[in-house]
């Protein structure tokens, strides 16, 4: 809902703009909005990042460009050419943009942490030692005997999206049943292939 917001405002404002030009002073630059946009000479407007803004003043006006000109004397342009930055047609709008500015960012950081996970492939290998100390059945009242045994286990997996992971692989059981009525080992091995899905 939050972003739907911040895409709606920016969209109505048209305050995402690219800046198309920059002089080599440092002091002008241009962007692709111009008289159709409402954008009319002498206007002073705010330019932000998420680190940094600055007030310019709209020198140069045509029908679809606009060349703007640093308020302080002293100041720089701190963009580079084809950089998207938010354009504030109303000054007073900065301590409102400054917020939204900051929402989009963490949203722009959720979105690069979820599309780092989805396609991480990853290998999964467990070894387990097992030792029974009593086995028997329901059947007979007779002890059985004791068993022990090694697990290894092998699962390669894949994140399809961010809520869901595929994974095939091997596992290896090897157990040995001691009968001890019988002073008998009777081993066991047992090679399996397995899907997960989380």
Do not use: C
């Not at 895409?7 to 002091?27: F, H, L």
């Not at 467990?126 to 059945?137: I, M, P, R």
């Amino acid at each position: 809902m939050a972003q739907e917001l911040i895409e709606k405002d920016y969209e109505t404002n048209n305050n995402m703009v690219i800046i198309k030009a920059i002089s080599s002073t440092k002091k002008t630059f241009v962007i692709r909005l111009g008289k159709e946009d409402g954008i009319l000479p002498g206007q002073i407007s705010m330019f932000s990042t998420k680190n940094i803004s600055i007030l310019a003043r709209a020198i140069t006006v045509n029908r679809d460009f606009s060349q703007w000109i640093v308020v302080e004397k002293d100041s720089l342009i701190p963009f580079s050419d084809n950089q998207v930055v938010t354009l504030s047609k109303s000054v007073e709008r900065i301590w409102t943009e400054l917020p939204i500015l900051q929402i989009q960012e963490k949203y722009r950081q959720i979105e690069e942490r979820y599309a780092r996970v989805i396609g991480k492939k990853h290998l999964t290998i467990k070894a387990n030692f097992v030792q029974g100390f009593k086995e028997s059945t329901s059947l007979v009242d007779e002890e059985i005997g004791k068993r022990s045994g090694v697990h290894f286990e092998a699962i390669y997996s894949k994140n399809y999206t961010s809520q869901f992971e595929l994974g095939a692989g091997l596992r290896y059981d090897s157990e040995v049943l001691q009968k001890e009525q019988t002073n008998l080992d009777i081993p066991t091995t047992r090679l399996l292939v397995m899907l997960e899905g989380l």
